[in-house]
């Protein structure tokens, strides 16, 4: 397994989305590109704007659905093609996990003629938020398409 | 490794044994073949739609069976063909019966124009159609919407939008609820899902939905045929959507409140999505008027997509807009309080059909006048390129089923699978020779809907009619296909 990655995992109805990396923000990062590439063909789209979103969870796994469907509503809100996602701080601050991340991507209009599905939101169904076999952070949920 | 067990009951009927935790039993119409298709998944892979069935018949006040129509397959939480009828005192709502795209549904309407008529100029009103009726991810519908205006598409429907000028009065005569569902609550519903509508309003979205021209080709029942205006050759539209951004938005923000919710009144949760509150609880009602809300605004859409299609229609065949009736609009993603006979006795309850269609049979006061003695048509979206079926529901069904029947086909191979076997434009190429005019949004998105993905909608309609449950009218076979 890479370094740090991700890919889907078959549903029969919805899609599985995967992402790993050395640690959970990481594994959130790459997971959310998973989710973005559902959307839209990515490669060679100039993301140039940016985008600061946070969000809360209990526990790691709701973090990562809560994570999600913030970009997802952000996206639809402001028009916008997420391409990238750098997280800047992801912990657990008392009872609640946390994380502040920043999201570039491009404007609809420009991204026309690459626009695939639409996802209507992450799940709780196949979440989770684990060490894999090889030392990795993996983060995955089912999407709704 | 898959532990549930399950028994036929008889050759469209199979039944898994109320056990352990289980309020009820569960039931699921297949035949052998989709049996074994089922239980081969069940056991070799991450997504179990029995067991989903099995779970959901653990959830406190549950009625008579936790049910799956023919069309059954892995959806999160409930499968999809899923229904789950609730005791409105003791029962629970869940979020996973209804999902993120509340009230999807087909409105069908008939179109008085001669088969051949639309044979001949398909390739234009496929273009027609295609600029006209707004399609694919984030496309913004003609009716732009201020908040307060949102507010007015939610408590009222299809009706505000047909007091803007989309649609005729007649239409809503034969939409289920007359397109409006009373108790929806603007205010249990966040500004954020209010603020992706309003532009939203009037579009038909990606994936699975579509809009199609069709024709009828095979009548089984005449007398229902005649009932709803039907002949061979007859002309209809057919529009496949819901409540697009405002309910995936619903369902996200509800999501989180229902998951404490479960735990604050200590509902068993078996599976992260299935969860939910009881019905009288706070966060149940709220729930519930937000649900109503998105199934509004679902109505509201299709109401707007109707005219759309009218409009296309002129443009192509400079016909009146009279010419084209709506023959009936009926969701599959649902919450309906609705009067059933349970043990003998009648009684008032919630229920949740996910991937499943309401199938009134004769007699039922909710079934329009004109309908009212063969029952509603049940409309059933086949394949891209293959058929679809008009329904219609028996007293078997109000007995077993709670009036439910099929949704569709019902997907067979993941998208990712769909994927890999198909390509988009080959479909399109495929389609066009058999004389099928295709225009997408995305030509993935064609792959990922290829024919070959989805079970055989002729078995799954077919299972339902040999259990006795629903029975078929038409077949439609299309001429044109939009899809977003």
New interface residues.
């Given amino acids: 397994m890479r370094e740090r990655g991700h890919d889907?995992?078959?549903?029969?109805?919805?899609?599985g989305i995967r992402g790993w990396g050395a640690g959970i923000p990481e594994a959130f990062e790459e997971a959310a590109r998973a989710m973005f590439e559902l959307?839209?063909e990515l490669d060679g789209l100039a993301a140039d704007r940016e985008v600061s979103v946070s969000c809360e969870g209990t526990d790691a796994?709701?973090l990562l659905?809560?994570f999600l469907?913030t970009l997802?509503?952000r996206a639809?809100?402001e028009?916008l093609?997420f391409v990238r996602v750098s997280i800047d701080r992801l912990g657990k601050d008392g009872g609640s996990w946390r994380l502040g991340a920043r999201v570039m991507g491009a404007p609809?209009e420009r991204a026309a003629g690459r626009?695939?599905?639409?996802v209507?939101?992450?799940?709780?169904?196949?979440?989770s938020v684990r060490m894999s076999g090889e030392g990795l952070w993996e983060a995955r949920c089912?999407v709704?398409? | 490794m898959n532990t549930v067990k399950v028994r036929k009951v008889h050759d469209y009927l199979w039944e898994i044994p109320r056990e352990n935790g289980m309020h009820v039993p569960g039931r699921i119409y297949a035949d052998e073949r989709s049996m074994q298709h089922l239980m081969a998944?069940s056991r070799s892979?991450?997504?179990d739609a029995l067991l989903q069935v099995r779970n959901v018949a653990c959830l406190p006040g549950i009625q008579r069976a936790s049910l799956a129509m023919a069309d059954i397959?892995?959806?999160?939480?409930f499968p999809?063909g899923g229904v789950g009828a609730f005791d409105v005192e003791t029962g629970v709502v869940t979020i996973a019966g209804v999902?993120?795209?509340i009230n999807c549904g087909v409105r069908t309407m008939t179109v008085d124009i001669p088969l051949a008529e639309i044979k001949r100029n398909r390739e234009r009103l496929a273009d027609a159609i295609f600029r006209t009726v707004p399609a694919?991810?984030?496309s913004t519908g003609s009716l732009k919407l201020s908040r307060k205006e949102i507010d007015k598409v939610l408590t009222s429907g299809a009706r505000y939008v047909l007091e803007r000028g989309y649609g005729l009065a007649a239409d809503l005569d034969f939409v289920e609820e007359n397109g409006c569902v009373p108790g929806a609550d603007p205010s249990c519903v966040s500004e954020?899902a209010k603020?992706?509508q309003f532009k939203q309003v009037g579009t038909l979205?990606?994936?699975n939905h579509y809009l199609e021209v069709q024709y009828v080709d095979t009548i089984f029942d005449q007398h229902a045929a005649r009932v709803f205006g039907l002949m061979e050759n007859s002309v209809v539209v057919s529009i496949h959507t819901g409540s697009r951004?405002l309910?995936?938005?619903i369902?996200?923000d509800y999501?989180?409140v229902l998951?404490r919710a479960s735990e604050k009144y200590r509902i068993p949760i078996l599976?992260?999505?299935l969860?939910g509150a009881p019905i009288t609880s706070p966060e149940g009602k709220q729930y519930i008027a937000a649900v109503k809300a998105g199934i509004n605004c679902a109505f509201a859409n299709r109401q707007v997509i109707g005219e759309l299609v009218r409009r296309a229609f002129k443009e192509t065949f400079g016909i009146d807009d009279t010419m084209i009736r709506t023959l009936y609009e009926v969701g599959h993603n649902n919450l309906k309080f609705e009067r059933h006979t349970v043990d003998g006795k009648d009684r008032e309850l919630l229920v949740h059909r996910k991937g499943a269609t309401r199938a009134f049979g004769p007699g039922r006061p909710e079934v329009p006048e004109p309908y009212r003695s063969v029952g509603h048509p049940v409309l059933v979206g086949g394949t891209m390129g293959t058929s679809s079926f008009i329904l219609v529901g028996t007293e078997r069904g109000m007995e077993e089923t709670f009036g439910s029947a099929v949704h569709g086909a019902g997907?067979?191979?993941?998208?990712?699978?769909a994927m890999r076997e198909y390509r988009g434009e080959r479909i399109i190429g495929d389609l066009g020779s058999a004389g099928i005019v295709v225009r997408v949004?995305?030509t993935?998105?064609a792959a990922?809907e290829a024919p070959g993905a989805y079970k055989d909608v002729e078995q799954v309609v077919s299972i339902m009619e040999g259990a006795g449950v629903s029975r078929r009218v038409v077949r439609l076979k299309p001429i044109v296909c939009v899809k977003?």
């Fill in positions: 889907t995992i078959d549903h029969t109805a919805d899609m959307a839209a796994e709701e659905v809560e469907n997802l509503t639809d809100l028009d093609v609809r626009l695939l599905t639409e209507k939101a992450a799940t709780y169904y196949g979440a089912v709704d398409l | 998944e892979k991450e997504w397959h892995p959806g999160y939480g999809i999902g993120f795209d694919g991810l984030g954020h603020e992706r979205g990606s994936g951004a309910g995936h938005q369902g996200t999501q989180k998951r599976e992260a999505e969860v997907r067979l191979k993941s998208r990712k699978q949004h995305s993935r998105g990922e977003g």
